[in-house]
């Protein structure tokens, strides 16, 4: 069993930039891999980036490559999410997302992951 709290959502201005946080209590190890996942109201959960616990090896969202960064800290159990350039449409509810089991190819889709966080608010201001 694995809980997830996000934290670090908040008004920012297009250009600017976001920590989110996602700490992490219960077994995070072995073949974990966790992931961010963002919705907006009338739209499916959409998948922002994953890492894999262990490797580290992460995985991105075209609309974000380059603009976010995905990382973790094991010793704290947390994983961050760096977000830079942002722009109006990186607005929504952005939620924190793990599993134990996870193949590669269903990393991208929410509906593989067990737990959840309950979501924390970016609004990106024009």
């Known amino acids: 069993q694995v809980q997830l709290v996000e934290s670090g959502g908040g008004l920012v201005q297009a250009g600017g930039s976001l920590r989110l946080s996602c700490a992490a209590s219960?077994?995070?190890?072995?073949?974990?891999?966790m992931g961010w996942f963002r919705q907006v109201p009338g739209k499916e959960r959409e998948f922002v980036a994953a890492?894999?616990?262990?490797?580290?090896?992460?995985f991105y969202s075209d609309s974000v490559k380059g603009r976010f960064t995905i990382s973790r800290d094991k010793p704290k159990n947390t994983m961050y999410l760096q977000m830079n350039s942002l722009k109006p449409e990186d607005t929504g509810v952005y939620y924190c997302?793990?599993?134990?089991?996870?193949?590669?190819?269903?990393?991208?889709?929410?509906?593989?992951?067990?737990?959840w966080g309950k979501g924390t608010l970016v609004n990106v201001s024009s």
């Open positions: 219960g077994r995070t190890s072995g073949s974990y891999a």
């Open positions: 890492i894999r616990w262990n490797s580290g090896h992460t």
């Open positions: 997302a793990a599993d134990p089991r996870i193949i590669q190819s269903s990393l991208f889709d929410a509906r593989h992951y067990d737990y």
